[in-house]
């Protein structure tokens, strides 16, 4: 076939994936420009619908009504904090399983009329009497938790002992009053409103309902709102929180006071009463938003600014970069075996590092000089071998694997050149599956990322050292990864983040390389397929039927353990494109949507 007849059956391919339904279609992965999108079979909508241009601005969620909640801001003259707080807000009443006021993030600002980048740190916190033990029986196993005369199981994971202290209130609202324009009455209508009527549940909510099931029916607040009637909500079904409203309603007239030393103070604190939970009113009172220096590199001609530790995500991402930075990745072809061998073992190389170094700056002492360095990324690829995968077993012990679609991620660029990129999460889905009574809050599960066992992963597969020990008041490791990139001119390119445990890091990293070395354009750069290495396990994961066979079968011959797997990520980002109008691209890997005002 001539190269020519191939670029016409490619374009025609385009044009049928940008013309149909992504669910309908369900035939091979379509190709464009020699780039192999996500596999339309695994996808909630149109690729075309993934994508939105406008003067105006831009915001990115993985919910239509989050982003347009967003947009609605932007259009009532808001800026970029008043969209992406509007959107967080609506994004925790319709992403019940991912995110939260129960839960916290981080959020990057980047100021277009003083060319700077701010990051704010809202991550949970431990309680006062949290303690490395206190999730272990007197044979150092995971105990059992009995509730009411039901057996809650692993209790990092799961029930009232795995909570923090809550963040995004605190991060949200302080955020808001520092950089916001417009009322917070108006940014916080739009969530109020979603709680209140309800909205319809969606297929990824359906199913998260569904594998949680026997954890969230054991709380009965939690019942109420996910199991009514004793069964789990339906695709299709309305999901109405009435009680999640009310709460809304009072953060609106009361500000952050009433979440932290308030009613909805006391209802968490009697909830942890009730449950075995160690969070007091003074854990609450005592919580404190950090604002952090960003952690910063140079690859190529850009600038890399993103999130430093506690987030590991911002520090390993540079590191990669730097790992890659001498190899002509623009002229290997991204879904060839060479590129993928080479990215799979910088990410192996990468991992190592964040179980070894990472944890809470604040508490102990986190090499980022290092970690981000040239040098150090030369020094690590000395090891490296074109014709052979390394072993993870040479950088310490393995592990077994686990992952979870929880987490979510904003992108935001308004008129004015102003962004945001915000990641937040309750950790697992549906973080520890408890409803706080009365308030509809579900709260998170983030002691899991703390080293509760040593030598033991955490339900993301992952394992960490002793520098991410449990300790009082210290803020657990996270893989967020808030991101943004800038030219050698100081002008704002990419605006990226995603959610996925380990995985944001490596679906965060590709799209950034997607856009710079292969250039990419932004809808392109967020579909194409993904790999993912974590270190440990030693497999080399690849998502289902992006590969050709050839492809695997020279990978497996480098040594490489090949595991397929559904998704990689839900990148939302945002692009400003030279002539001045910016382009959001939401993943169809879910349910997310762009919009502008």
Not at 94 to 115: A, E, I, K, N, Y
Not at 137 to 161: C, M, Q, W
Not at 226 to 250: C, M, V, Y
Not at 394 to 405: K, N
Request: charged fraction near 20%; charge should be positive; proline fraction near 6%.
């Amino acid at each position: 076939m001539s190269i020519q007849r191939k670029r016409q059956l490619v374009s025609a391919s385009v044009r049928i994936l940008i013309a149909c339904s992504l669910v309908a279609c369900v035939s091979a992965p379509v190709e464009t420009r020699g780039i192999r999108l996500f596999p339309p079979s695994g996808a909630r909508h149109e690729v075309a619908a993934a994508s939105a241009k406008s003067a105006s601005g831009v915001v990115v969620a993985a919910h239509p009504l989050a982003s347009a909640a967003g947009a609605a801001m932007l259009a009532k003259g808001g800026n970029a904090i008043d969209a992406a707080i509007a959107a967080s807000f609506v994004i925790s009443v319709v992403r019940p399983q991912s995110t939260g006021l129960g839960g916290g993030g981080f959020l990057m600002f980047h100021d277009t009329s003083g060319g700077k980048q701010r990051v704010f740190d809202f991550r949970e916190r431990a309680p006062a009497k949290a303690s490395r033990g206190m999730y272990l029986d007197g044979s150092k196993k995971y105990k059992t938790i009995n509730y009411r005369g039901r057996f809650v199981e692993n209790p990092a994971v799961n029930g009232h002992l795995s909570v923090a202290v809550p963040g995004l209130v605190k991060g949200l609202l302080e955020v808001h009053k520092s950089l916001g324009q417009l009322e917070l009455a108006v940014v916080m209508a739009p969530a109020i409103e979603a709680a209140e009527k309800g909205f319809e549940v969606y297929p990824t909510l359906a199913k998260e309902i569904e594998h949680r099931k026997k954890i969230l029916e054991i709380f009965p607040a939690s019942r109420r709102v996910f199991l009514p009637n004793g069964q789990p909500l339906r695709s299709g079904e309305r999901l109405i929180q009435s009680d999640l409203a009310r709460t809304l309603k009072t953060i609106m007239s009361e500000g952050e006071q009433a979440f932290y030393d308030g009613v909805i103070a006391e209802k968490i604190v009697s909830e942890m009463r009730q449950g075995g939970g160690v969070i007091t009113r003074a854990d609450l009172r005592a919580y404190r938003m950090v604002e952090r220096i960003p952690v910063t590199g140079r690859y190529r001609d850009f600038r890399v600014v993103s999130m430093p530790p506690p987030s590991s995500g911002g520090a390993h991402i540079i590191e990669m970069l730097n790992m890659l930075e001498p190899f002509e990745i623009s002229k290997m072809e991204p879904r060839g075996s060479k590129y993928l061998h080479l990215l799979s073992e910088v990410m192996r190389r990468a991992f190592a590092d964040r179980a070894k170094e990472m944890g809470d700056a604040d508490f102990v002492d986190v090499p980022l000089a290092k970690l981000t360095s040239k040098s150090h990324a030369r020094e690590l690829m000395k090891t490296f071998n074109e014709g052979r995968a390394s072993k993870s077993s040479d950088f310490g012990d393995m592990s077994s694997p686990a992952e979870s679609p929880s987490t979510t991620h904003i992108s935001v660029i308004d008129r004015w050149g102003n962004a945001v990129s915000t990641t937040q999460t309750i950790n697992y889905s549906f973080g520890s599956c408890v409803v706080a009574d009365g308030t509809g809050i579900v709260l998170n599960d983030e002691m899991d990322d703390f080293t509760t066992m040593p030598g033991a992963q955490n339900v993301f597969g992952l394992v960490t050292g002793k520098k991410n020990d449990v300790e009082p008041g210290k803020r657990p490791l996270s893989s967020m990864s808030p991101t943004m990139i800038f030219d050698e001119d100081g002008r704002l390119q990419l605006v990226v983040g995603s959610p996925g445990g380990p995985r944001i890091i490596n679906a965060t990293l590709q799209t950034i390389v997607n856009a710079l070395d292969f250039k990419m354009p932004l809808l392109e750069a967020v579909h194409a397929t993904r790999i993912h290495h974590q270190w440990t396990p030693d497999v080399l994961s690849f998502e289902s039927n992006s590969l050709d066979a050839d492809v695997k079968q020279i990978l497996t011959g480098l040594g490489h353990k090949l595991t397929p797997i559904e998704t990689i990520g839900d990148v939302q980002a945002a692009q400003r494109l030279s002539d001045g109008s910016v382009v959001g691209v939401s993943d169809s890997r879910g349910e997310g949507k762009p919009a502008v005002p």
